[in-house]
């Protein structure tokens, strides 16, 4: 596809349950980027691929968080025992080259809007 | 922490008026700045970027922005705004984690600009 695209684009989980995220980022790019956008917030920063090494997860609120790219391309973020508190939109982007190599852009996908009742 | 500071929340304008948004960044190594736009239903798209040279940057659609290293500032302009130009808008800078390398984006809280006709 020309894009970075998501799936789900719309998620409803019941507090406590486990859900699963998913990214398709731009083909032959190498860096991948999560997000968490709150209502009336701008993005913040989650997590970091390279290929398929997970350079940087500071960003991850808890440890019920996790992410991968196992084959370098499609990446899946996973939260487990869903709380209110991780309503948000989940966003994705993609960068063709790695940090320091290039002044190349994030293309951002469409989101994830994630409610938990 | 890096931090992004956005001034306006919300700015209403009329069309053809001249649009100043301010964005100020506390970050104060080498830094690559960024306003991103997300229009209603769609995706973050980059308006433009500063990486070094040139402060004034130009951007798509007629915007521009201003690096001003002795202001940590960034602030993004428009001579005479559309009734298209109705988005949130979002400042951004490379996050620089404690190894010292780049990653990520910090973003602003962003600002919401209606246009009326």
């Known amino acids: 596809g020309a894009g970075v695209s998501q799936s789900p684009r719309y998620k409803v989980a019941k507090r406590g349950q486990d859900v699963a995220l998913r990214c398709d980022p731009i083909?032959?790019?190498?860096?991948l980027f999560w997000y968490q956008q709150a209502l009336g917030q701008g993005p913040e920063f989650l997590t970091y691929?390279?290929?398929?090494?997970?350079?940087?997860k500071s960003g991850l609120p808890s440890d019920r968080f996790f992410a991968e790219r196992p084959e370098g391309s499609v990446s899946t973020l996973k939260i487990q025992r869903t709380q209110q508190e991780d309503s948000a939109v989940y966003l994705c982007a993609s960068k063709l080259k790695a940090p320091g190599q290039g002044r190349n852009e994030q293309y951002f996908g469409p989101g994830t809007r994630l409610t938990v009742t | 922490a890096q931090s992004v500071s956005q001034h306006n929340h919300h700015v209403i304008l009329s069309e053809a008026a001249s649009l100043e948004l301010g964005c100020n960044y506390s970050?104060?190594?080498?830094?690559?700045l960024f306003w991103y736009v997300q229009y209603p239903g769609q995706h973050l798209q980059l308006l433009l970027k500063?990486?070094?040279?040139?402060?004034l940057v130009k951007g798509i659609k007629g915007f521009e922005a201003e690096f001003i290293k002795s202001k940590f500032s960034f602030n993004l302009r428009k001579p005479s705004v559309q009734w298209s130009d109705t988005a949130e808008y979002f400042c951004?800078?490379?996050?620089?984690?404690?190894?010292?390398?780049?990653?990520?984006?910090?973003f602003g809280k962003g600002t919401h600009l209606i246009i009326q006709p």
């Open positions: 970050y104060g190594g080498t830094v690559n």
């Open positions: 691929f390279q290929n398929e090494a997970q350079l940087d």
């Open positions: 500063y990486f070094s040279g040139d402060p």
């Open positions: 083909s032959g790019h190498v860096s």
């Open positions: 951004a800078v490379i996050r620089r984690h404690s190894g010292g390398g780049a990653d990520g984006l910090t």
